[in-house]
């Protein structure tokens, strides 16, 4: 049974530093791209940051330069470094994989929440 499991949010102070982890078992056909939405109060999930199997990275504009992802093939993992972080990064962040088989996975979310 295919399983994807966030961990690393919680509370963090503005400017502050959060990381979060995203770990896959149970899924046998090759991962392509692996990447973060996430899903503030009264808004539309959006896409944070992917990554593809080849290392390529893709961001969403507003975030270039304070956050940055990676991910280890070998566990499958994919992790989001959050740095500089702002309240308006309050949300609930989700974790998706797809395969080269188009098959998709989310994970049920992490909550992150930046006050002071």
């Known amino acids: 049974q295919a399983q994807v499991v966030e961990s690393g949010g919680g509370l963090a102070q503005p400017g502050g530093s959060l990381r979060l982890s995203c770990v896959a078992s149970g899924i046998f056909s090759g991962i392509d791209t692996m990447g973060w939405y996430r899903q503030g109060p009264g808004k539309e999930r959006e896409l944070v940051a992917a990554?593809?199997?080849?290392?390529?990275?893709n961001y969403a504009d507003s975030l270039k330069g304070r956050f940055t992802i990676s991910r280890d093939n070998a566990k499958p993992a994919v992790y989001l470094q959050m740095n500089s972080l702002k309240p308006e990064d309050t949300a609930v962040y989700y974790c998706n994989l797809r395969t080269y088989g188009r098959a998709e996975y989310w994970g049920k979310g992490t909550l992150v929440t930046v006050s002071s």
């Open positions: 990554i593809t199997s080849g290392g390529g990275t």
